[in-house]
């Protein structure tokens, strides 16, 4: 079975750092691009960025380029979305999710989702 | 603000068939698939249709999927009351590198 396992809820303070992950399986994870989705309470989902599986090529939404790092290990089939200085506003819960293989796809594959508390 | 423009809300009775409609533009619903999903509060997004009308195995053919020119819709036959949830349509955009762009969501209800 094709499937991304997030990591679980964090709940930390503002200032401090955390790394997430995502690992799949069931599938050529090399070959693919794992992307990164927030969805802030009652709101919609943003596209925050995307790695490739084989050569760490990485594209960031405008919205969060600087604000978080994305990184993959493909020796172990897992991606990561990092902060260096978390604020409140980073309250949401992220999803990874795969984009599909051939040319044109979006996303054909989600990751369980992680939520992220952000709170004093 | 949204790259890909959904309505709000839409509803219906059971057994009555939804529409949602998804705009975008040459850059994404012009050049690529569009993809719509299904997000029910607390679970992760799940593909309805892919490819702009395929549907996954274990959807129901009640969910079509369909696309011309820079716009698309999804269309919900024989609404049941397990359909109640919020729509995403999304496509790959070829511009600033490339990403995926999602429409605002569209909430819907089952009367």
């Known amino acids: 079975e094709v499937q991304l396992v997030q990591s679980g809820a964090e709940v930390k303070k503002p200032g401090e750092s955390l790394r997430i992950s995502c690992k799949g399986s069931?599938?050529?994870?090399?070959?693919?691009?794992i992307g990164w989705v927030r969805q802030m309470s009652g709101k919609g989902l943003e596209w925050m960025g995307i790695?490739?599986?084989?050569?760490?090529?990485?594209r960031y939404s405008p919205s969060f380029e600087g604000q978080v790092l994305i990184s993959v290990d493909k020796s172990i089939n897992t991606a990561y979305l990092q902060w260096g200085s978390l604020k409140a506003s980073d309250t949401a819960m992220y999803y990874c999710?795969?984009?599909?293989?051939?040319?044109?796809?979006?996303?054909?594959?989600w990751g369980q989702g992680t939520m992220v508390t952000v709170s004093s | 603000q949204s790259a890909l423009t959904q309505p709000p809300s839409a509803s219906g009775t059971p057994g009555q068939r939804v529409t949602i409609s998804c705009s975008g533009n040459?850059?994404?619903?012009?050049?690529?698939?569009v993809y719509w999903y299904q997000h029910l509060p607390g679970m992760a997004p799940k593909v309805v249709v892919y490819?702009?009308?395929q549907r996954p195995s274990g959807v129901p053919d009640r969910f079509s999927g369909s696309k011309s020119g820079t716009s698309a819709s999804l269309a919900i036959g024989g609404l049941r009351s397990e359909d109640e949830a919020d729509y995403y349509c999304?496509?790959?955009?070829?511009?600033?590198?490339?990403?995926?762009?999602f429409g605002g969501g569209t909430k819907v209800t089952v009367l």
């Open positions: 999710a795969r984009r599909g293989f051939s040319s044109g796809e979006a996303i054909d594959i």
């Open positions: 069931g599938y050529t994870f090399s070959n693919y691009w």
């Open positions: 790695i490739y599986g084989r050569d760490s090529d990485t």
């Open positions: 040459s850059s994404n619903i012009g050049s690529n698939f």
């Open positions: 490819r702009n009308n």
């Open positions: 999304a496509a790959w955009d070829d511009s600033l590198s490339g990403r995926v762009v």
